[in-house]
């Protein structure tokens, strides 16, 4: 158990739904990643927050949209959602991940959302 | 962009064999790098990690893996594997810059260990 939590493990839903997806960070860690793994792409990454403000922007699709909490936790709102949005999604979160973070900055990840859009 | 390139899609191997999964990266500058596994049906886990110093680490579950600058790569080892090593292994690299802490993946690996 990495002390990541993520809820919920399993979503299934219909195209051009809404979903979001939760995440609790590590007791004390401040930045908070999103992560996707699917079997064309591989493992993605998405977004990154720290200390409430989004520090990184990877391949995210504008129909994605994330936000961290000022109790640290995050949301991964999808929306519009097509046949190609099925896959895991995976937060990890890692003490520091600023600007200027220590070299030793690790991430732990969570035990990931498998969303399934039929 | 720094790129993770994993050469093995799938190994198979015997009980007790040794295992070295190869792991190459591409960037010019400093990196800090990760090897993470994932069992069936559950989350990446870490197995170790390299920042500076020796360039042989030590990780989890008797695996090791070795930093070789020159040749931009990150070998992972295990001398004698075991079936519960089945797995997939994904080496991953972050780089110190101003543009936040994001791991990049390599593919992956699929690891079968026979009984």
């Known amino acids: 158990d990495s002390g990541v939590t993520q809820t919920p493990k399993h979503l299934i839903t219909a195209t051009g739904q809404r979903v979001t997806l939760r995440c609790s960070p590590r007791?004390?860690?401040?930045?908070v990643y999103w992560y996707q793994q699917s079997l064309d792409q591989g493992l993605q990454f998405l977004i990154q927050?720290?200390?409430?403000?989004?520090?990184a922007k990877g391949n995210i699709l504008e129909r994605f949209s994330a936000q961290q909490f000022p109790d640290l936790h995050s949301e991964l709102n999808l929306s519009s959602l097509e046949l190609g949005d099925s896959a895991l999604y995976f937060c990890?979160?890692?003490?520091?991940?600023?600007?200027?973070?220590?070299?030793?900055?690790?991430?732990?990840f969570g035990p990931g959302t498998r969303l399934t859009v039929l | 962009a720094q790129s993770v390139s994993q050469h093995n899609h799938h190994v198979i191997l015997s009980e007790a064999a040794s295992l070295e999964l190869g792991c190459n990266y591409s960037?010019?500058?400093?990196?800090?790098l990760f090897w993470y596994v994932q069992y069936p049906g559950q989350h990446l886990q870490l197995l170790l990690k390299?920042?500076?110093?020796?360039?042989l680490v030590k990780g989890i579950k008797g695996f090791e893996a070795e930093f070789i600058k020159s040749k931009f790569s990150f070998n992972l080892r295990k001398p004698s594997v075991q079936w519960s090593d089945t797995a997939e292994y994904f080496c991953?690299?972050?780089?110190?810059?101003?543009?936040?802490?994001?791991?990049?993946f390599g593919g992956g690996t699929r690891l079968m260990v026979k009984p």
């Open positions: 007791s004390g860690d401040l930045s």
């Open positions: 927050y720290y200390n409430g403000e989004e520090r």
């Open positions: 960037y010019g500058g400093t990196v800090n």
């Open positions: 390299y920042f500076s110093g020796d360039p």
């Open positions: 990890a979160s890692s003490p520091h991940g600023g600007g200027r973070a220590p070299r030793t900055d690790t991430q732990y």
């Open positions: 991953a690299v972050t780089i110190n810059n101003n543009a936040g802490n994001m791991l990049t």
